[in-house]
């Protein structure tokens, strides 16, 4: 979707928008290389790939783990990818560990209780 490298270990946001005009790659919420699309994609024609090298071999294959992946039938806008980041970034963070039962249960089975 574009060249910008993510190779800091860290999680990171990414989103790619096509709004049949243009292809827009997003990371954290920021927009790069957004470029115009030369015709439609393939709907039925070609596979679904994420994370994969393209049927072309014009791409590199995914260093590194995909966790979450959401495909939406419309284009979002910018303000649309930074809620749903957000979103995430609130769902994942949100939790606690210290107190919970597998983290006391694994305490216990440590200390051999």
């Excluded at 910008?4 to 990171?12: G, I, L, M, R, S």
């Excluded at 990371?27 to 994609?41: I, L, S, T, W, Y």
């Excluded at 260093?63 to 939406?72: F, L």
């Amino acid at each position: 979707m574009g060249s910008k490298a993510v190779t800091d270990n860290e999680w990171h946001f990414v989103a790619g928008v096509y709004d049949e005009k243009n292809l827009i790659p997003y990371v954290d919420g920021e927009q790069f290389n957004p470029r115009g699309a030369a015709g439609k994609p393939a709907t039925n024609n070609a596979p679904f790939i994420i994370g994969a090298q393209g049927p072309a071999g014009n791409s590199g294959p995914l260093k590194g783990i995909i966790d979450e992946v959401a495909v939406y039938d419309t284009a979002l806008d910018e303000d649309e990818i930074a809620e749903v980041m957000e979103g995430l970034t609130k769902q994942f963070h949100a939790v606690e560990a210290i107190g919970k039962l597998a983290v006391t249960w694994g305490h216990l089975k440590a200390s051999g209780k």
